[in-house]
């Protein structure tokens, strides 16, 4: 029973995790790629650390910017994709990930593939509206 517990608790964590990092893709990812070319270029793995925490969070900042000094609503819509897109990509992959590792199946997987595409709709859509509760909070100070 303490097993079954546990295993529904790591479950349930595991999943939180991967939602904020799927909501959060553009900022995770441009931090990755700032540590890889850090750390290739000879730097320490603190200093890469360092780089990668910069870029992850001037992605946000960059973002925020677009949407609180831009007053085109075009050039708003696009800062909005550029971080959602990739949500809704880390979106349709965690749940394609998570359906695959449950049903056998290779034809199932291939009919529910429409439930990845809503998964990833919906994170990119949360994405969305964190990014915009993040900038409104950050710009009304």
Do not use: E
Request: charged content about 5%; hydrophobic content about 65%.
């Amino acid at each position: 029973m303490t097993l079954i517990l546990l295993a529904i608790s790591l479950t349930i964590t595991f999943c939180v995790i991967a939602w904020h990092l799927a909501i959060y893709a553009l900022p995770v990812m441009t931090g990755i790629t700032a540590f890889q070319y850090v750390y290739a270029s000879g730097s320490g793995f603190m200093m890469s650390a360092l780089a990668a925490i910069g870029a992850a969070i001037g992605s946000i900042v960059l973002v925020i910017a677009v949407l609180g000094l831009a007053k085109n609503p075009a050039l708003r819509l696009i800062a909005l994709a550029i971080f959602a897109i990739p949500a809704v990509i880390a979106g349709f992959a965690l749940v394609h990930g998570v359906t695959k590792h449950m049903i056998d199946s290779a034809i199932a997987i291939n009919l529910l593939g429409g439930i990845g595409g809503i998964g990833g709709i919906v994170i990119g859509i949360a994405a969305v509206v964190n990014l915009n509760a993040v900038g409104t909070a950050a710009l009304s100070r």
